[in-house]
T-cell receptor
Framework: GNSVTQMEGPVTLSEEAFLTINCTYT??????LFWYVQYPGEGLQLLLK?????DKGSNKGFEATYRKETTSFHLEKGSVQVSDSAVYFC??????????FGIGTKLQVIP | DVKVTQSSRYLVKRTGEKVFLECVQD?????MFWYRQDPGLGLRLIYF???????EKGDIPEGYSVSREKKERFSLILESASTNQTSMYLC????????????????FGDGTRLSIL
């Protein structure tokens, strides 16, 4: 079946540090890949997505590239801010309806 | 912007009670979903619906049922609540698109934190 693997964290960084959150996946066919973010007390919201190999999704300074050869979709940001503190979920969709989520990585950014 | 509204942010119920969680979306989405979120387990799909009166089991349907009488509303029912159903419940919706459906993102409500005593 489909699966998404990411570290749970927490990942603790100082403000302005470089962020990488690793995500690898297993899926049949050609899935779309997503990163969602969950701020404290809220539901998930879409951060970025990529729908085919070598696509790069980007939003709010975050980027991720769909790497089919390594089945990965790592999230990166060059300079994190305190306001980026949240839980980040990697996800894939290989069907018209269902999405498979990773367990979520908690990011804490300290001033 | 799509708005997904869950009827309660916090709910406390007793074991054995029948519990209803309500979710409404305002963007005419075909697909609606119920997840539970637990630490270390991420999001797990309970049920989803791709049309009115249609439903399919997700990964953990035991102890739950759902109802979708209208396109905009999707209800999760705990038939006889138990303490192991204490969790955060998230509702989501998405658009159905033939040929590009798997690229449609899901839109989430803010969640209902349910405690079963």
């Amino acid at each position: 079946g489909n699966s998404v693997t990411q570290m749970e964290g927490p990942v603790t960084l100082s403000e302005e540090a470089f962020l990488t959150i690793n995500c690898t996946y297993t899926a049949t066919g050609y899935p779309s890949l997503f990163w969602y973010v969950q701020y404290p007390g809220e539901g998930l919201q879409l951060l970025l997505k990529a729908t085919k190999a070598d696509d790069k999704g980007s939003n709010k300074g975050f980027e991720a590239t769909y790497r089919k050869e390594t089945t990965s979709f790592h999230l990166e940001k060059g300079s994190v801010q305190v306001s980026d503190s949240a839980v980040y979920f990697c996800a894939l969709s290989a069907s018209y309806q269902k999405v498979t989520f990773g367990i979520g990585t908690k990011l804490q950014v300290i001033p | 912007d799509v708005k997904v509204t869950q009827s309660s942010r916090y709910l406390v119920k007793r074991t054995g009670e029948k519990v209803f969680l309500e979710c409404v979306q305002d963007m005419d989405h075909e697909n609606m979903f119920w997840y539970r979120q637990d630490p270390g387990l991420g999001l797990r799909l309970i049920y989803f619906s791709y049309d009115v009166k249609m439903k399919e089991k997700g990964d953990i349907p035991e102890g739950y049922s759902v109802s979708r009488e209208k396109k905009e509303r999707f209800s999760l029912i705990l038939e006889s609540a138990s303490t192991n159903q204490t969790s955060m419940y998230l509702c989501a919706s998405s658009l159905f698109r033939t040929g590009g459906g798997r690229s449609q993102p899901q839109h989430f409500g803010d969640g209902t934190r349910l405690s079963i005593l």
